[in-house]
């Protein structure tokens, strides 16, 4: 069997395509590949490891066996679909069973002089982990299927002057679903995604009832991720569908909810309540709570006497 191989960055498609043993690709800037594979064990081929210049999306359509992406493994259901950005480490796919996936590859300047090249930044589950993929229903599946035989058949046609804009347009569409389904998975999921909004409130009260934030300064969204071991941008988005705040936006409420106990509960002066809060400065602090409340400090502590 062959060890890893850390192959560094992938600025091509070709190049991946080279890595993994795929057919060269029809276009130089986007890729559609369909692999389907039968095995008793994992794979007896290249692994690889590498920082990648291109967006890459895959969907596993079938799964009978284990899957590791990366260096770990993930129970992917089948209709699972996962989404990297240029300048992350992308590995390679493992099976052991059968399984049958797509997978599409998009190099950014595909998407120079189109609104999509700024639009596609905006997609949060480009930064998600690969443990928090986007799980498809039946219907779901059949959307995003067509989606990509239509790209397909495209690539595989001889590319005209309106190739560009009709693949532009499909990959617009098949980002705005995997965007509303996303949404559709927070929903259905409450329950967990409940769990993880209580584990939040947690971390953080900790955080502030043990006095962390005089040594670390203010609780940041990496921390909080950390510490639920969920990514940045899955926190956010999930948040943002349930309470209609970011991870960034519900620190700054706690931040305030905190600062409001202290107004009016001691006659610490300002300073000394943001130093505690985890600001470096008391103007920052200050700032911040005019921002959220419409009054200074001294303002609402008044408010209150």
Same mark, same amino acid.
């Given at each position: 069997?062959?060890?890893?191989?850390?192959?560094?960055?992938?600025?091509?498609?070709?190049?991946?395509?080279?890595?993994?043993?795929?057919?060269?690709?029809?276009?130089?800037?986007?890729?559609? +590949?369909?692999?389907?594979?039968?095995?008793?064990? #994992?794979?007896?081929? %290249?692994? =690889? @490891? /590498?920082?990648?210049?291109? &967006?890459?999306?895959?969907?596993?359509?079938?799964?009978?066996?284990?899957?590791?992406?990366?260096?770990?493994?993930?129970?992917?259901?089948?209709? +699972?679909?996962?989404?990297?950005?240029?300048?992350? #480490?992308?590995?390679? %796919?493992? =099976? @052991? /069973?059968?399984?049958?996936? &797509?997978?599409?590859?998009?190099?950014?300047?595909?998407?120079?002089?189109?609104?999509?090249?700024?639009?596609?930044?905006?997609?949060?589950?480009? +930064?998600?982990?690969?443990?928090?993929?986007?799980?498809?229903?039946?219907?779901?599946?059949?959307?995003?299927?067509?989606?990509?035989?239509?790209?397909?058949?495209?690539?595989?046609?001889?590319?005209?002057?309106?190739?560009?804009?009709?693949?532009?347009?499909?990959?617009?569409?098949?980002?705005?679903?995997?965007?509303?389904?996303?949404?559709?998975?927070?929903?259905?999921?409450?329950?967990?995604?409940?769990?993880?909004?209580?584990?939040?409130?947690?971390?953080?009260?900790?955080?502030?009832?043990?006095?962390?934030?005089?040594?670390?300064?203010?609780?940041?969204?990496?921390?909080?991720?950390?510490?639920?071991?969920?990514?940045?941008?899955?926190?956010?988005?999930?948040?943002?569908?349930?309470?209609?705040?970011?991870?960034?936006?519900?620190?700054?409420?706690?931040?305030?909810?905190?600062?409001?106990?202290?107004?009016?509960?001691?006659?610490?002066?300002?300073?000394?309540?943001?130093?505690?809060?985890?600001?470096?400065?008391?103007?920052?602090?200050?700032?911040?709570?005019?921002?959220?409340?419409?009054?200074?400090?001294?303002?609402?502590?008044?408010?209150?006497?």
């Amino acid at each position: 069997m062959k060890k890893q191989h850390n192959v560094g960055r992938l600025k091509s498609i070709n190049e991946i395509h080279d890595v993994c043993g795929f057919p060269k690709p029809k276009h130089p800037l986007i890729s559609f +590949s369909h692999i389907d594979k039968v095995v008793t064990a #994992v794979e007896n081929e %290249l692994r =690889y @490891s /590498g920082v990648m210049d291109f &967006y890459k999306i895959t969907f596993v359509l079938k799964n009978r066996g284990r899957v590791k992406y990366g260096q770990d493994y993930y129970d992917f259901d089948e209709g +699972s679909m996962m989404f990297l950005a240029p300048n992350q #480490v992308v590995g390679s %796919l493992e =099976y @052991s /069973g059968s399984a049958e996936w &797509y997978v599409f590859l998009i190099h950014p300047d595909f998407l120079l002089g189109s609104s999509l090249a700024k639009k596609i930044k905006q997609y949060g589950f480009f +930064s998600y982990s690969a443990n928090e993929a986007l799980h498809l229903s039946e219907k779901e599946k059949d959307i995003i299927i067509a989606i990509f035989h239509i790209i397909e058949a495209e690539l595989n046609e001889r590319i005209d002057n309106f190739s560009q804009e009709v693949m532009l347009s499909q990959i617009d569409l098949l980002l705005n679903y995997a965007n509303r389904f996303y949404n559709r998975q927070f929903i259905t999921r409450k329950i967990t995604n409940k769990n993880i909004l209580q584990q939040t409130e947690a971390v953080l009260d900790e955080y502030f009832i043990q006095e962390k934030s005089q040594d670390r300064g203010l609780p940041s969204v990496h921390y909080l991720s950390e510490k639920l071991n969920v990514s940045p941008g899955y926190l956010s988005d999930m948040l943002r569908s349930l309470i209609g705040q970011n991870a960034q936006q519900y620190i700054h409420g706690k931040l305030i909810e905190k600062a409001k106990e202290k107004l009016t509960t001691t006659e610490m002066a300002v300073n000394e309540i943001a130093y505690e809060l985890g600001f470096e400065h008391s103007q920052s602090f200050s700032k911040l709570f005019k921002s959220k409340t419409k009054l200074t400090p001294l303002e609402f502590r008044a408010s209150f006497n």
